[in-house]
């Protein structure tokens, strides 16, 4: 197994081309968000990173990127938001997420009688369905809510082989929620919209180096905060978690980091944004890295079996979410935000977001995507009963 020193170089290194790719090729209007996740997955299948694909084996540095830099990003972005801007998502966003998680309950009902799952996958089928509906409305807290009641763990190889079939269709769907925005803009030959999307694909390109510049009181202040705030959000989630209140951690920081954000002092802070996308690519890099084809080729005609599953799923709820989208005529970069907080959950959500130049909905795309939490499980058990 590679170091955790190798395995952190060579993920800043892919950020790095990334970056520079998009600052001096054609590559510019792919964006970084979406190179960074095609580089870490072309990484990965070629063995220069690991892909933690197995239940057994975990990445230390990945493990800390999920659990620690993912909700550090989450915080330095949302220091730059006016709660008088929420206003204008409104209503909208929540009912595409809403639309997008009844759109992966009928994906997943309409796929199992399509693809004939009770027969290829035998009397673990209703688990299965709950397990991928749970995801794919809130995100891994579902999956394993669902697992742990129906003993799924105990089937080792359907188990991982769902795990590798859900990592690589949750990555290939973050590049199409990038994508998808652009080219249905281009189609319908928005000139105005289509010129506003090409410069956000370019994260905020133009904007992040004016306001970046490096100060090293600005740095220690934006870090101690961070960590600080983490470990005050950990410590408030034990207290409640003992008056039988299961609140994410995700949510107290969100809720800390927009107290916070209405200062002056601490919302002019010029580096936090920088700080924020730079830890959102290593995160997305990350989710690059579990694409681990190989893997799901070992596990042999299963592996295929649950990634057409998993795929069918996905495309059906893409399907729904951006028809209505098009059908009431709202931007479809709010599409893939709402789409993203389903399948990938609250930072990708954010991600996406950023990416897309909608910095008005990177609180709404982490609120929606502890929605889907909340959600996710109750849904889940609901389709394992129906199917």
């Not at 795990?163 to 290939?172: F, Q």
């Not at 180096?209 to 034990?238: M, Q, T, Y």
Request: aromatic letters at 8%; hydrophobic letters at 55%.
């Amino acid at each position: 197994m590679e170091s955790d020193v190798y395995i952190i170089a060579l993920l800043i290194i892919l950020i790095a081309f990334s970056e520079w790719l998009v600052t001096h090729t054609r590559a510019r209007h792919m964006g970084t968000a979406l190179l960074v996740i095609l580089l870490g997955a072309v990484a990965s299948n070629a063995g220069l990173l690991p892909s933690s694909s197995s239940i057994d084996e975990h990445v230390p540095v990945y493990d800390f990127i999920f659990n620690v830099v993912a909700p550090l990003s989450v915080f330095w972005l949302l220091l730059g938001v006016n709660l008088k801007d929420i206003r204008k998502a409104g209503m909208p966003i929540i009912a595409l997420f809403l639309i997008g998680s009844a759109g992966t309950a009928i994906g997943v009902v309409i796929t199992v009688h399509v693809l004939g799952i009770k027969d290829s996958i035998g009397p673990m089928y209703k688990a299965l369905a709950g397990m991928l509906t749970g995801t794919y409305t809130g995100g891994s807290i579902n999956f394993n809510a669902l697992a742990i009641h129906y003993n799924a763990m105990e089937n080792g190889v359907l188990f991982a082989g769902t795990v590798v079939a859900d990592n690589i269709v949750t990555a290939l769907w973050m590049v199409a929620t990038l994508a998808i925005p652009v080219i249905l803009t281009s189609a319908t030959r928005k000139i105005k919209a289509n010129e506003h999307a090409d410069s956000s694909s370019i994260p905020g390109k133009e904007e992040e180096k004016e306001n970046i510049g490096f100060d090293v009181l600005e740095l220690s202040i934006l870090l101690s905060l961070a960590f600080g705030v983490l470990f005050l959000s950990e410590w408030i989630r034990l207290v409640f978690f003992r008056w039988d209140l299961n609140i994410p951690v995700i949510i107290i920081l969100t809720i800390i980091a927009l107290i916070l954000a209405q200062w002056k002092g601490i919302s002019s802070l010029r580096m936090a944004n920088g700080m924020g996308m730079f830890s959102v690519y290593l995160f997305l890099v990350v989710i690059g890295a579990h694409c681990d084809i190989v893997a799901l080729i070992e596990a042999g005609h299963l592996g295929i079996t649950l990634l057409l599953f998993a795929s069918m799923i996905v495309i059906i709820h893409g399907i729904i979410i951006y028809s209505t989208t098009l059908l009431l005529g709202w931007d479809i970069r709010m599409a893939s935000i709402a789409s993203q907080a389903n399948i990938g959950g609250g930072p990708t959500a954010l991600a996406v977001a950023k990416s897309l130049g909608r910095n008005d909905l990177t609180l709404p795309a982490i609120l929606i995507g502890s929605l889907g939490n909340a959600i996710g499980t109750f849904l889940g058990f609901w389709i394992a009963g129906v199917v």
